[in-house]
């Protein structure tokens, strides 16, 4: 291999003593290929992000029901944002997604960082694999049906969850058994259900970072007398903390625009929990009178709140630095 | 052992290093630390024992709860393929719609990403960067409502192959980086010597490059399958005919366990539903973790 490429730097020569017309040529290969290549890219893109995108926004200044024939679609400025300011039901929906946020990230951090450290000190290269073969099961299976699975499992006559708090280990009875899908206990049950699924995927992660960290640090660590607690504080903690504070923001993103898992297990009822700025906006839209400008309207409020967050997390973070 | 006493004579400690009690205590913090993560493992497998199981529970059994069925009934799988109407076109249209959607992902990311680490263009990096921002932004949430729109517009709605467009994009971002992070393993010397051979742009990129990048191609295609094959929300808003619809919305529907949709049969569906990812997951898994590790994760 060595040998070959010292070959070819020496051919690199004679390519620059080509023809100007030959550059031309290659010039323009070059761009035209870039583009052609980059062109099916840009039409999903742009074709189904992008100007989706803005078109929400051109309905959020509209009034915009197209079930209703007789009404003109009418552009109405800012209307319906000063509606959706004042709208009590949209800020409730932004307090329930961001308590539904608040619950779920830190369990769905520290559970996996704290199995990544166990995992990387198992010497054993084999029963290593296996764990995170088997950890990251969950990631293979889509969301929602990981949704519809729990769904299930914390039904009151079939699931298994209650049948072992109830039958097998008698904790509670069928009279006073955890009601999983209550307004009560929905979000805890849905944060549950969020780590059970993403822990083997972001145990990844941190096993990713983990293997970065230089051994003999652990070493020179444990040789000054540090036991494992006082290790994971001193020195695995801030070594994984990069690796952290990206998921810390990129799962902030996705908790707070959550909506599948709300629309298999919340329905559509105004109090409960799950109802939150997303089920509002997809019901507004689509349901009812199918008042698609307000939806918009709400829809954007949402996202610029969590985007706002977003920002400020990473400017937290950089500054850190 | 040996490597402690070594790196403490290498940090210059004149201390032994007490070798027989450290041994002991880590004897019993690997004893916790297996029987902690056995227990995590055991819980992440015994949901999908359950389900697995209450898919091949007779009717009675299915009522009684227990988790080990007294008789087995393995006839819930072929009765909801026969019986349930529309179910072998929903599953159907699971994979058509998945299919065309990892190809077509997979060819865009490898094209995007073999332009962005090989050729320098300018007006790239914007692409670049804004496929990464878009990562940040809810796209399918937030603008689930104009995407229906232009469905509507183009006549898609309720065409299970519809669903490819707006699920190509769904993923897109995430594929493009994933594979510019593999290009840029590759040594640049390989790519000037097959150029310098007089390599065109696609012989470079099916003769030489894609093999060396094989492990990402997995985890693009991996993220994509799992993306389109459970796709909810757009499914849901965009295919409102039953017979339109993905395997997951029909399933959603079907909650409640009744007349033809009784538990067993929606587990053994429900079996049906996950078995494609967790098989092509058995075969791949090898270079999806390594794909993972070489490039996937940094960043």
Redesign the interface.
Request: hydrophobic share 60%; proline share 5%.
């Given at each position: 291999?060595a040998q070959?490429?010292v070959a070819?730097?020496e051919?690199?020569h004679s390519?620059s003593e080509r023809s100007t017309i030959h550059r031309v040529g290659d010039w323009l290969a070059?761009?035209g290929?870039?583009?052609l290549?980059?062109f099916?890219?840009?039409v999903?893109?742009i074709?189904?992000?992008?100007?989706?995108?803005f078109?929400?926004a051109w309905?959020s200044l509209l009034d915009y029901r197209p079930i209703q024939a007789s009404r003109p679609v009418t552009f109405i400025g800012l209307q319906n944002y000063v509606e959706a300011f004042a709208d009590p039901l949209l800020l409730q929906g932004i307090i329930r997604a961001a308590t539904f946020t608040a619950l779920f990230l830190p369990g769905m951090i520290f559970m996996p960082m704290l199995?990544a450290v166990?995992?990387d000190?198992?010497t054993n290269a084999r029963v290593a694999?296996f764990?995170?073969?088997?950890?990251?099961?969950?990631?293979?299976?889509?969301?929602?049906?990981i949704f519809?699975?729990?769904?299930?499992?914390y039904d009151g006559?079939?699931g298994?969850i209650n049948?072992v708090l109830v039958?097998v280990l008698g904790f509670f009875t069928i009279q006073n058994q955890p009601q999983w899908l209550s307004n009560q206990l929905v979000i805890p049950g849905l944060a549950i259900m969020e780590w059970?699924w993403g822990?083997?995927y972001h145990t990844?992660?941190f096993l990713?970072g983990l293997?970065t960290i230089p051994r003999?640090l652990f070493?020179?660590a444990?040789?000054d007398g540090a036991n494992?607690w006082k290790l994971f504080w001193t020195v695995t903690f801030w070594r994984l903390l990069p690796v952290t504070l990206v998921l810390v923001?990129?799962r902030f993103?996705?908790a707070?625009?959550v909506?599948?898992e709300y629309?298999?297990m919340g329905g559509f009822m105004r109090d409960r929990p799950t109802y939150t700025w997303?089920v509002y906006?997809?019901d507004t839209?689509?349901q009812g009178v199918q008042d698609?400008g307000y939806?918009?309207a709400i829809?954007?409020v949402?996202?610029i709140v969590?985007?706002l967050v977003?920002g400020l997390l990473f400017w937290l973070f950089r500054s850190r630095d | 052992m040996a490597?402690?006493e070594a790196?403490?004579r290498?940090?210059g400690?004149s201390y032994p290093?007490p070798a027989i009690s450290r041994r002991s205590k880590i004897k019993w913090?690997?004893v916790l630390?297996h029987v902690?993560?056995a227990i995590?493992?055991l819980?992440?497998?015994?949901?999908?024992v359950?389900?697995l199981l209450?898919s091949v529970k007779s009717l009675p059994d299915?009522?009684q709860?227990?988790?080990w069925p007294k008789t087995f009934d393995w006839s819930h799988y072929s009765y909801s393929l026969q019986k349930i109407p529309t179910l072998p076109q929903n599953y159907m249209n699971s994979i058509i719609v998945t299919l065309g959607t990892v190809v077509?992902?997979t060819?865009?990311?490898v094209?995007?990403g073999?332009?962005m680490v090989f050729?320098q263009?300018p007006g790239?990096p914007i692409?670049f960067g804004?496929?990464v921002a878009?990562m940040?932004?809810?796209?399918r949430?937030?603008?689930?409502?104009?995407?229906?729109?232009?469905q509507k517009d183009l006549g898609l709605l309720n065409i299970p192959a519809g669903l490819i467009?707006?699920y190509?994009?769904l993923s897109?971002?995430i594929s493009?980086f994933v594979m510019r992070g593999m290009f840029q393993t590759v040594p640049h010397?390989i790519y000037?010597?097959a150029r310098?051979d007089g390599a065109g742009?696609v012989r470079m990129l099916v003769g030489i490059l894609l093999p060396m990048v094989k492990n990402g191609l997995v985890v693009v295609i991996?993220i994509n399958f799992?993306?389109a094959?459970?796709?909810?929300?757009l499914a849901?808003?965009l295919n409102t005919n039953q017979s339109a619809q993905t395997l997951?919305v029909v399933?959603?529907t079907a909650?409640g366990?009744m007349g033809a949709w009784v538990?067993p049969r929606?587990?053994a569906v429900?079996i049906m539903?996950?078995a494609p990812?967790?098989i092509?997951?058995g075969f791949a898994?090898r270079w999806y973790?390594k794909g993972?590790?070489e490039g996937a994760?940094?960043g």
């Open positions: 291999m070959l490429s070819r730097s051919e690199r390519v070059r761009y290929v870039a583009w290549f980059l099916p890219t840009l999903f893109f074709g189904w992000a992008v100007y989706p995108i078109r929400v309905f199995l166990l995992i000190r198992i694999t764990y995170r073969l088997v950890l990251l099961i969950p990631a293979m299976i889509p969301g929602p049906l519809l699975l729990w769904k299930w499992m006559y079939i298994p049948y039958d059970w822990l083997g990844m992660f990713a293997a003999d070493d020179a444990r040789v494992e923001v990129l993103g996705t707070m625009a909506i599948d629309l298999i997303t906006m997809w839209a689509f698609r939806a918009a829809g954007w949402g996202t969590m985007l977003v | 490597t402690h790196s403490a290498l940090e400690l290093v913090g690997s630390r902690i993560l995590f493992a819980i992440i497998i015994m949901p999908l359950w389900v209450l299915a009522y709860n227990e988790i077509i992902t060819v865009c990311a094209l995007a073999y332009v050729l263009v790239v692409v804004l496929l878009s940040f932004f809810p796209t949430v937030t603008a689930v409502i104009a995407i229906f729109e232009t467009f707006p190509v994009s897109l971002a493009v010397e000037d010597a310098i742009p991996i799992v993306a094959w459970g796709e909810y929300l849901k808003t997951p399933l959603s909650t366990g538990w929606l587990a429900y539903a996950i990812g967790l092509v997951f898994q973790i993972l590790q994760l940094k």
